[in-house]
């Protein structure tokens, strides 16, 4: 049987919270004083932050475990003297592009190959009915350049649940100084508005709107980021997969916007439990203990818990190759527009390696056969398709390579030391 052999053990400090990261390098610079953030995570996606936020005159330190950020508030910002380049960053872009805007700056923003293609029609038509101008190529995605203007109120209702859109429109509106309410099918991740809040900004939120007021200042910070979720996910999955051994990751952020895939993985048989829950930051934050040695079983997933694991749903393909019967995913359309077309992507290379796998419009089917599966995986240089079949290489039996394993850089950059030192055979 696949996976006999494979122990795992120890406890593990999962890296900080990518989406919770970029924030706090944003909401630190339009604070008014001296923000004081510990464990930001230091990947590419955040330098790609960071950059921008230096080029928009912010002085931003080099990323460190122990940062100190002094804002000049919410109008400080200066008109940049290049292009803002995002990298990979689908989170800079859109959220940066909400800033730019607010601002009353004009600046261009590029980024790589993957994340020109990615849409940002979504921001545009947002920001330009509160004013701004944004121009966007043919295709839709980058280069995009957006040009500031006094801003006005807006009601915006988004059609697909996203917290990158939230996120640009509410933090454009903070920096005009007008008011915002989005709504949302279903509620994305909140980080934004927790921390909006956490600064003084008077926020409203309730299932499906958030609405931030008129005229916010924001207070500094001081903030620990917790462990990020996303990452939790992979050591998750890798004990539920194994026979034998336990493993703890500590500091995980648990913010229930962020939880699905924990959820999901429990609902398949797999023994993950909290403890130690607490809150840092205006964030949930807990130890996770998953014990190995269980029966999965497949799942369906689909509506409102999409959002609550959407960066996961390409682990959990990987997972359910190894679940009892069917895995199920639907109402996951926005996987094909991510750092890769993910629902192409992993099932392509999971058919490739020998699993039994069916795209849908919207989602996927895996069916649990329990594979040994060989061959190359084609990351199309996305790092969580990476880090997902970077698991199931770890399963005594496969035998599987990975075309680019340094993508990993773009969110967990010890992912495959991390990996190595938790598993024994
Ligand atoms: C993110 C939101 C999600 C997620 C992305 C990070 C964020 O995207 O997939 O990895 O930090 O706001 P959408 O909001 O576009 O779904």
Redesign the pocket.
């Known amino acids: 049987m696949t996976g006999r052999g494979l122990r795992v053990s120890g406890e593990l400090q999962v890296p900080g919270d ?2 919770i990261s ?2 706090s390098l944003i909401c630190s610079a339009l604070a008014e004083g001296t923000s004081r953030v510990r464990g930001v995570l230091p990947s590419a996606d955040v330098h790609s932050t960071a950059g921008v936020l230096r080029a928009l005159g912010v002085e931003v330190p080099a990323l460190a475990p122990s940062m100190v950020i002094t804002g000049a508030g919410r109008r400080s910002l200066r008109a940049p003297h290049s292009d803002l380049d995002c990298g990979n960053s ?2 800079t872009s ?2 940066m592009a909400g800033v730019v805007a607010g601002s009353g700056l004009t600046a261009r923003f590029t980024g790589d190959a993957s994340l020109s293609r990615r849409p940002m029609r979504r921001v545009k038509r947002p920001l330009e009915m509160m004013g701004a101008t944004v121009e966007l190529p043919q295709h839709g995605g980058l280069p995009m350049t957006v040009r500031g203007a006094p801003l006005t109120t807006v009601e915006w209702r988004s059609d ?8 640009c429109i509410l933090l454009a509106a903070l920096c005009a100084g007008v008011e915002a309410t989005v709504r949302e099918p279903s509620r ?2 909140d ?2 508005e927790r921390m909006l809040a956490s600064q003084g900004a008077e926020v409203w939120v309730n299932e499906d709107a958030v609405l931030l007021f008129a005229g916010q200042r924001l207070a500094p910070l001081d903030l620990t980021v917790p462990g990020d979720p ?1 990452s939790a996910a992979f050591f998750a999955a890798l004990a539920a997969l194994a026979p034998a051994g336990e493993l703890r990751a500590l500091g995980v952020g648990v913010n229930e916007t962020r939880t699905g895939f924990f959820a999901a993985l429990r609902e398949m048989g797999a023994s993950i439990e909290l403890e130690d829950a607490r809150r840092e930051g205006g964030e949930p934050v807990a130890e996770l203990r998953i014990t190995a040695g269980a029966a999965l079983h497949g799942i369906t997933v689909g509506g409102p818990a999409i ?1 609550t694991l ?2 996961e749903l390409p682990l959990l393909a990987c997972v359910g190759a190894y679940a009892e019967g069917e895995t199920r995913v639907t109402d996951a359309a ?1 996987l094909r527009v ?1 750092e890769s077309d993910r629902i192409a992507a992993v099932v392509q290379n999971l058919r490739t390696l020998g699993a039994d796998a069916d795209e849908l419009p919207d989602g996927f089917v895996v069916r649990g056969t329990r594979p040994r599966l060989r061959g190359m995986v084609t990351t199309y240089g996305d790092h969580r398709l990476a880090m997902a079949f970077g698991v199931l290489a770890t399963l005594p039996g496969n035998e599987i390579a990975i075309d680019d394993r340094e993508c990993v850089a773009v969110s967990y950059p010890a992912f495959w030391s991390d990996l190595a030192r938790v598993t024994e055979r």
């Open positions: 990518k989406s970029h924030r689908g989170t859109r959220l697909t649940p996203s917290a990158q859109v939230k996120s994305s991740r980080h934004t996303s959002p959407i960066d926005e991510k």
